[in-house]
T-cell receptor, first 114, second 108 residues
Framework: EPEVTQTPSHQVTQMGQEVILRCVPI?????FYWYRQILGQKVEFLVS????????KSEIFDDQFSVERPDGSNFTLKIRSTKLEDSAMYFC????????????FGPGTRLTVL | GQQLNQSPQSMFIQEGEDVSMNCTSS?????WLWYKQDPGEGPVLLIA?????ELTSNGRLTAQFGITRKDSFLNISASIPSDVGIYFC????????FGTGTSLTVIP
């Protein structure tokens, strides 16, 4: 069964460093998303992406964040200068968009900022 | 932003018991979804609801889309140990909003 994959599973970085989190959405899906989940809290929406551009973003998704679909399969989230409070699980999700609203989530990347 | 209130926050039940949890919103949604999340993993979709009043089952799980479009409930019948996890509701109206989660513990 097709699934969303994410790499790496765990990323440790120093404060101020740039990180890139990678996702491979389900192949025929058209809508892509990034979410964040701080330990013990609910899943929070960051950004949605469709037709090679951002369609919506939350207040969390400030200038330090960017997304890209560099080729036909990958979808990346870049954090330019990480802060301690960026430590969280980051989930990628995708949706087919063909009349269905179900989003399918990847296993997540745990980001630890030291 | 939209507020999704999910209750109860946590449940401790005996194996074999039925479980009920619900989600309410201050605004209407056009889709309700229920996810289960195991520790350290991504949410897994359980049930999707598209119409007000819709009642949908998936094995021992049953969920309903409230008539007002502002609420939904999830029932789990005859709970088993592997039902343990955190259950999130999610509502969509352009954007996706997640509930605060219900942590379920099943005691064998």
């Amino acid at each position: 069964e097709p699934e969303v994959t994410q790499t790496p599973s765990h990323q440790v970085t120093q404060m101020g460093q740039e990180v890139i989190l990678r996702c491979v959405p389900i192949s025929n899906h058209l809508y892509f998303y990034w979410y964040r989940q701080i330990l013990g809290q609910k899943v929070e929406f960051l950004v949605s992406f469709y037709n090679n551009e951002i369609s919506e973003k939350s207040e969390i998704f400030d200038d330090q964040f960017s997304v890209e679909r560099p080729d036909g399969s990958n979808f990346t989230l870049k954090i330019r200068s990480t802060k301690l409070e960026d430590s969280a699980m980051y989930f990628c999700a995708s949706r087919s968009g063909r009349g269905y609203n179900e989003q399918f989530f990847g296993p997540g990347t745990r980001l630890t900022v030291l | 932003g939209q507020q999704l209130n999910q209750s109860p926050q946590s449940m401790f039940i005996q194996e074999g018991e039925d479980v009920s949890m619900n989600c309410t919103s201050s605004s209407i949604f056009n889709t309700w979804l229920w996810y289960k999340q195991d520790p350290g993993e991504g949410p897994v979709l359980l049930i999707a609801l598209y119409k007000a009043g819709e009642l949908t089952s998936n094995g021992r799980l049953t969920a309903q889309f409230g008539i007002t479009r502002k609420d939904s409930f999830l029932n789990i019948s005859a709970s088993i140990p592997s039902d343990v996890g955190i259950y999130f509701c999610a509502g969509t109206f352009n954007q996706f909003y997640f509930g605060t989660g219900t942590s379920l513990t099943v005691i064998p």
